[in-house]
């Protein structure tokens, strides 16, 4: 199986391009992660697989565990943050209030547009959210742009390079020999 790194390129990035470079192509995908921002790579051709939980994720699936579509989940965890990524979000929004601002307002940005919406969505702390949405905007956005994976990386080979290949037993043999 062969293995790609790129130099000043996160993982994450290298398998948005290869998933992108997939789809346009036809070429179905399946990438095997249980990171929440991936899910905005889930398409017709890319699905997600989370093998700690035996759960292959769809467009569909991506809707169900999130509450918003692979579009939107950028904005999601713009608001919402993750920690396991290091995506600082906005103070005091978490799941439940990131899901309805998105599903009342749109993205991040019709949010801000619409403020002075928030506080008829009726959700928990609603008459006090736009302000807080306020003072934090640059953490909103800064969050969005974390967790946008990249899709338009200079790879330094092309797809076809990264079939997988027929095992060479001798080398194994050889390698499993030497470690033990």
């Known amino acids: 199986i062969p293995i790609l790194v790129i130099d000043g390129v ?7 391009t290869l998933a ?16 929440k921002d991936m899910a905005q790579l889930v398409s ?7 093998t700690m939980k035996d759960r292959v994720m769809d467009r569909e699936g991506v809707i169900d565990k999130f509450g918003v579509p692979p579009e ?3 904005d999601y965890l713009g608001l919402m ?17 990131a899901l309805a601002l998105i599903q009342g ?16 969505l009726g959700f928990r702390g609603a008459k006090t959210m736009p302000a807080k949405l306020e003072e934090h905007r ?17 790879l330094p080979v092309k797809l ?15 390698f499993f020999t030497e470690y033990g």
């Open 10 to 16: 996160e993982a994450d990035d290298v398998m948005g």
């Open 20 to 35: 992108s470079e997939a789809t346009s192509q036809g070429i179905d995908t399946l990438i095997a992660t249980g990171d």
């Open 44 to 50: 017709d051709h890319v699905h997600l697989i989370d």
């Open 72 to 74: 939107q989940i950028v």
């Open 81 to 97: 943050g993750d920690s396991s990524d290091n995506i600082p979000g906005v103070p005091k929004v978490g799941e439940k209030t």
């Open 105 to 120: 307002l749109g993205s991040i940005d019709e949010i801000y547009q619409r403020l002075g919406e928030v506080p008829d």
């Open 138 to 154: 640059d953490k909103a956005e800064l969050s969005r742009e974390l967790a946008t994976i990249k899709t338009d990386c200079e």
């Open 160 to 174: 076809s390079a990264l079939d997988r290949r027929d095992a060479d037993m001798d080398g194994l043999i050889e």
